[in-house]
């Protein structure tokens, strides 16, 4: 961590205020080195309070997705502990797939401010701009089979809709498979893109991407009616920083019933689409449906004329009537 996050960090863990020479004994360094990080902090837009027999205070901080702020909230171990952020990628997906080639960990963390080539399942474009979203992507290595990776969506969406509801005072469900709403309207989509063992029929790795609309946006008309962001829905701004970190603490959670899928009971309770009828989509042919439930493997349980049937997320889409 650089000096000038160090001293943030400090300013942060002490509210009430810290002396310059307690921040530079604690850190190990210079009183001039603190000076420097204050007048570095403040150009990067922190608002800091300089005080006689109280020290620098932190007043206001802006919204910048920073390794120092995100674990301020993190207390996942693995899931998220290590990370890079980057102002612009093509897509976090892409640049966590290259890392897995080159054998980076289980839990590894990619961050962008945001994407050129956003994109969502099907090869649809993910809505991408600057200092107003959450775009992630985890590197996961589960000892699972490939047919079960839909579980790995299925929980992920679990863990952002909690998420979301700890920085924000809205309720979260989710669209079948990978879409989390706020009344009624789009706020995240996930992308779970798996590298296969072909001998075994193996997970090697799975990389999972998350976007949430985080900040006030203004959508482009063709998707005003239909995607909104946490902060348009709840009425203030949220922290980045600390979405990212939740998200982590709730997929570190939830990781261990992978096997067992108990987060599966959540994620029907959760559903905006059990019990509605619906159209299907596949491929160039869609039909009418009515969703009955959402099974313990992840996959939809739907009723058209031909009689029950289940299908996974690799196969279908939906569209709410």
């Given at each position: 961590m650089s000096t000038k996050n160090e001293v943030l960090f400090a300013l942060m863990t002490e509210p009430e205020g810290i002396s310059g020479e307690r921040v530079a004994r604690r850190l190990g360094i210079t009183r001039n080195s603190v000076w420097k990080a204050i007048g570095q902090l403040r150009e990067d837009g922190y608002e800091i309070e300089a005080a006689t027999n109280r020290g620098y205070r932190l007043v206001t901080a802006?919204?910048?997705?920073?390794e120092v702020e995100i674990r301020r909230w993190l207390k996942a171990e693995t899931i998220?502990?290590?990370?890079?952020?980057?102002?612009?990628?093509?897509?976090?997906?892409?640049?966590?797939?290259?890392l897995a080639a080159t054998g980076a960990p289980h839990g590894?963390?990619?961050?962008?401010?945001?994407?050129?080539q956003g994109r969502g399942r099907f090869g649809r474009?993910?809505?991408?701009?600057?200092?107003?979203?959450?775009?992630?992507?985890?590197?996961?290595?589960p000892q699972m089979l490939a047919e079960?990776?839909?579980?790995?969506?299925?929980?992920?969406?679990?863990?952002?809709?909690?998420a979301i509801e700890a920085v924000a005072e809205v309720h979260a469900g989710i669209k079948w498979v990978n879409d989390i709403y706020i009344n009624g309207r789009k706020v995240c989509g996930i992308l779970c893109?798996?590298?296969?063992?072909?001998?075994?029929?193996?997970?090697?790795y799975a990389a999972l991407g998350i976007g949430v609309n985080a900040q006030p946006m203004a959508f482009p008309e063709d998707l005003r009616d239909i995607a909104t962001s946490v902060a348009n829905e709840c009425g203030h701004t949220v922290s980045r920083s600390r979405l990212i970190a939740e998200i982590s603490n709730q997929l570190e959670a939830l990781y261990p019933q992978l096997e067992s899928g108990e987060f599966m009971a959540e994620s029907r309770e959760r559903s905006i689409v059990i019990g509605r009828d619906v159209t299907v989509l596949r491929g160039d042919e869609h039909f009418q449906a009515r969703v009955l439930d959402i099974d313990e493997r992840g996959r939809l349980v739907i009723r058209t004329e031909a009689g029950v049937s289940r299908v996974n997320s690799g196969e279908i889409s939906l569209k709410l009537n």
């Open positions: 802006p919204d910048r997705v920073t998220g502990a290590r990370m890079e952020i980057h102002g612009e990628l093509d897509s976090t997906n892409l640049r966590a797939k290259a590894y963390l990619v961050i962008a401010d945001s994407q050129r474009s993910f809505f991408s701009p600057e200092h107003s979203g959450v775009y992630v992507t985890y590197l996961l290595r079960r990776a839909v579980m790995i969506t299925s929980m992920a969406a679990v863990a952002v809709a909690r893109e798996a590298g296969l063992d072909f001998e075994s029929g193996m997970l090697d």
